[in-house]
């Protein structure tokens, strides 16, 4: 008996996911515990696991499509669950007909539905339709030829007048699948400047297609059609930017600039990290836990840019779990270092360091990415001599770093070479004055500038 698969729960105040990609083929032998789909949300990504060995039935959900928990998104049927393809492929073969059985009697059964609503339809829609059908039929758009493809894959090639027979399927068996489909209707789009891609954006409220068209058409005109490419915005990334949105339309954005002489810190890391990484196994001595650190100080002295705004209440936080933007392959995070004013230089290190991988290789899980109070982001690594970060809402301050860069500088009445630092805050003016926000930002640099005192700080 098939078994469905279904969408977890996602986590705390998580509901809805995105499709992002099916690591499994309909027809293809899984096995327990092994990854199916990838499943997208706004902060993390999760894989959906086999529940039991056999073939993967049947995909009721594309990629790119919204699903929520609980939401079925296909089903696996009974079959041989072997890691490895037999040597004859005898029972590789058997289980693909055994799907694809399967997907037939249910394309049959929805058929017998359709038919049953089709008594309510007028005798003339009637005919047009069976016209079609018979056009269909003698194209090979109808049965296909016995080509051998989900009712999922049929449907869509009939809906964008794709002939299956001349398909050459990439799936177990020589299925056909929905990527074969896909990359023969961008085809034919190139090659007709015809109907849009299913991976364009669709006909919405009765729009004319004849914008799309146009533009296809002028694209093949000028040459630029073959050198464009459509990629699907994934869930994160839309999520970022309707937050950056949400931040900006929101808060009352302002920042403020101060430059900190990092010779202090840089001859302290000098001379201890040596014996900084030995005696704390491998732990190397950065940036990050000086301003980690820092920033402490600071708010404990401006308690109000540890705050968060909820309607008109002000809620102080007598505690600091400091958020640390990390850049990744599908953008950034902002995992959080939870009471780090508890935490020794040390621990800040190797906690941002752990957080930071697992961040790039998608480990991360909802709890260690929420209820940061204060965010710290650091485009000098990637050579940013200055910037506005925007603000990680619903917090009310970001503080940005920069990179060091030699420059001469007034000491003493003296002109001498520096490393320098830009530092950046950016806050919400409804909550944080200008003062507040300037001596803030004074109180960091000095404690940079003077790196014993954070002793006196922690």
Do not use: C
């Not at 491998?282 to 109000?304: E, Q, V, Y």
């Not at 982001?377 to 030699?406: C, D, M, R, W, Y």
């Amino acid at each position: 008996m098939p078994v469905e698969i279904q969408v977890p729960e996602l986590g705390e105040s998580v509901t809805e996911a995105t499709v992002g990609k099916w690591l499994k083929s309909e027809g293809e032998e899984v096995t327990a515990g092994e990854a199916l789909v990838e499943l997208e949300t706004d902060k993390v990504n999760f894989e959906v696991e086999a529940e039991q060995d056999g073939v993967l039935e049947s995909i009721a959900k594309g990629e790119g499509e919204d699903v929520g928990v609980g939401e079925v998104i296909g089903t696996i049927g009974e079959g041989d669950g072997a890691a490895s393809q037999p040597e004859d492929g005898e029972e590789s073969e058997q289980a693909a007909e055994e799907a694809e059985q399967a997907e037939d009697e249910a394309a049959q059964a929805e058929a017998e539905e359709e038919e049953g609503s089709e008594t309510k339809v007028a005798p003339e829609a009637q005919e047009t339709e069976s016209e079609q059908a018979e056009i269909d039929e003698s194209d090979g758009h109808r049965e296909d030829g016995g080509v051998r493809a989900s009712p999922t894959v049929k449907r869509l090639a009939q809906e964008y007048d794709v002939n299956l027979a001349q398909i050459s399927g990439s799936g177990a068996g020589g299925r056909v699948t929905k990527d074969d489909v896909e990359r023969q209707i961008r085809e034919q789009s190139r090659g007709s400047g015809g109907e849009e891609a299913p991976s364009q954006a669709p006909e919405r409220d009765g729009q004319s297609e004849e914008a799309p068209e146009g533009a296809a058409a002028q694209a093949s005109e000028d040459g630029r059609g073959d050198r464009e490419e459509r990629v699907r915005l994934s869930r994160r990334r839309q999520t970022i930017a309707q937050r950056l949105v949400e931040a900006q339309q929101t808060a009352a954005m302002l920042t403020t600039f101060n430059e900190a002489d990092m010779k202090a810190v840089m001859d302290l890391r000098s001379r201890r990290k040596e014996e900084f990484q030995e005696r704390h196994e491998g732990t190397r001595l950065g940036f990050m836990s000086f301003f980690t650190k820092a920033s402490i100080g600071a708010l404990k002295a401006f308690p109000k840019i540890n705050a968060e705004l909820q309607g008109n209440e002000l809620v102080y936080k007598h505690y600091y779990d400091i958020g640390v933007a990390v850049n990744t392959e599908q953008g950034l995070v902002v995992p959080v270092v939870r009471d780090a004013d508890r935490k020794s230089f040390a621990d800040i290190e190797a906690t941002i360091a752990e957080l930071g991988q697992r961040a790039r290789d998608g480990q991360l899980g909802l709890e260690e990415l929420q209820g940061g109070t204060f965010t710290i982001t650091n485009g000098g690594i990637f050579g940013s001599l200055n910037s506005t970060p925007i603000l990680n809402i619903p917090q009310v301050a970001i503080l940005g770093l920069h990179k060091i860069q030699e420059r001469p500088v007034a000491i003493d009445g003296q002109v001498e070479i520096r490393p320098m630092m830009y530092l950046a805050l950016s806050y919400d003016h409804r909550i944080v004055d200008g003062a507040d926000a300037v001596q803030f930002l004074v109180r960091i640099k000095e404690l940079i500038e003077d790196p014993e005192t954070l002793l006196l700080e922690g």
